[in-house]
């Protein structure tokens, strides 16, 4: 077998704990001697032991002289837990295949660099690309300091997000509804506005067959007039964090933080790129945004935008005041537009979903490369 069949089997482990190792990203490795596959693992949870410990300790004494793959470079300093590159070298591992390097200034090479003067043998960029997507997230986290943003929408063929009258249940059929909690269960955090809480009440929950990860929930409401009885202020699901102007009172504040896991956050400003500066210093790597059409509005003019997620149902809703996905005042002319480079299509039951990101030349504004 190949090094990139290895190294997809390593990335496939990687993918499987994606969203539940925030803020370290998700890795997988595999031990591999004269086509035997001696050990496996992946990195399950912060300050937990990473991919590399998992698939040694699998291997044992058999990892003398072979080889080991690994999703992203094995780390060289200590941490909450000790360095794998130490770990490699002790094993007797002749051979590490890398697909990237990490990012991080505590690593980026020095793990690499370790187990070379060992007298390891590294090759380095075996399907680095498919690995760099895997780890979107933490790349972009790790330069910009602020978490990755992904925004959803659910519209019909004519672009509309609801009829004239405000009704949007169901827009899209019940298998793209599920998709949705997969990539709640994948971010570390889900963000609406206010208007959205008021109108539809909703749990901001992950839900699925077997279970998922709640991520935060972040309201953006400047004058705090999120219901005291809404569901995520009161189910305790998942922690919620309300993000409101300065003049809020504490008087005004109290009953909510009476609910636990509720926090109310007061800030000089709303705008996308103040929050999400103080969202990457509490330490929030990924960011699912499913707000209305003025919170999707108020991030791509700011140019914080990601990745777009876009689920497209086979209806016609028609009408001039039906409401689209994305509010605001928009840009001025065609040359300012946002140009998107489509990764992804594909049906989902009856619906197509879209997935797409701003292309390179747009990669100064938006931090995507």
Not at 13 to 19: D, F, R, T, W
Not at 41 to 52: D, I, N, P, R, T
Not at 136 to 158: G, I, N, Q, W
Not at 209 to 236: E, F, H, W
Request: aromatic residues 4%; contains cysteine.
């Amino acid at each position: 077998m190949s090094d990139e069949y290895y190294m997809q089997l390593a990335l496939n482990l990687a993918k499987s704990v994606s969203g539940q190792t925030s803020p370290n990203p998700p890795v997988g490795s595999v031990v591999i001697k004269n086509g035997d596959i001696l050990g496996f693992g992946a990195h399950l949870k912060a300050g937990e032991a990473h991919a590399e410990v998992h698939a040694l300790q699998m291997a044992d004494e058999k990892a003398k002289d072979a080889t080991i793959y690994v999703t992203l470079e094995p780390c060289s300093h200590h941490g909450k837990t000790p360095p794998c590159a130490d770990l490699i070298i002790e094993k007797g591992i002749s051979r590490a295949v890398i697909a990237v390097t990490d990012p991080n200034e505590k690593v980026a090479g020095r793990g690499i660099e370790k187990l070379r003067t060992a007298g390891i043998r590294v090759e380095l960029g075996v399907l680095q690309k498919e690995a760099m997507a895997v780890n979107r997230a933490f790349f972009h986290y790790t330069r910009t300091k602020m978490p990755y943003v992904t925004v959803k929408s659910a519209v019909s063929l004519d672009g509309k997000t609801a009829t004239h009258t405000g009704d949007s249940k169901w827009i899209t059929g019940e298998a793209a509804r599920r998709d949705v909690h997969h990539y709640r269960h994948m971010h570390d955090a889900i963000l609406v506005g206010v208007n959205t809480v008021i109108n539809d009440n909703p749990s901001l929950t992950t839900r699925l067959p077997n279970g998922g990860k709640n991520p935060l929930r972040i309201i953006l409401d400047t004058d705090l007039r999120t219901p005291l009885d809404a569901n995520v202020v009161t189910d305790g699901e998942a922690d919620t964090w309300i993000i409101t102007g300065t003049h809020i009172s504490k008087e005004r504040t109290a009953p909510f933080i009476k609910n636990t896991g509720v926090s109310i956050i007061p800030l000089d400003s709303l705008d996308p790129g103040t929050v999400l500066k103080y969202l990457g210093s509490k330490r929030i790597m990924s960011l699912f945004v499913e707000g209305g059409a003025a919170v999707n509005g108020s991030f791509l003019e700011s140019g914080k935008i990601n990745q777009l997620v876009q689920y497209m149902a086979p209806k016609l809703i028609g009408g001039k005041d039906a409401p689209s996905s994305i509010a605001g005042t928009g840009f001025k002319t065609m040359a300012e537009t946002l140009s998107l480079a489509i990764t992804n299509v594909e049906m989902i039951g009856e619906d197509i979903k879209i997935i797409a990101e701003p292309r390179k030349d747009d990669a100064d504004v938006y931090g995507n490369h």
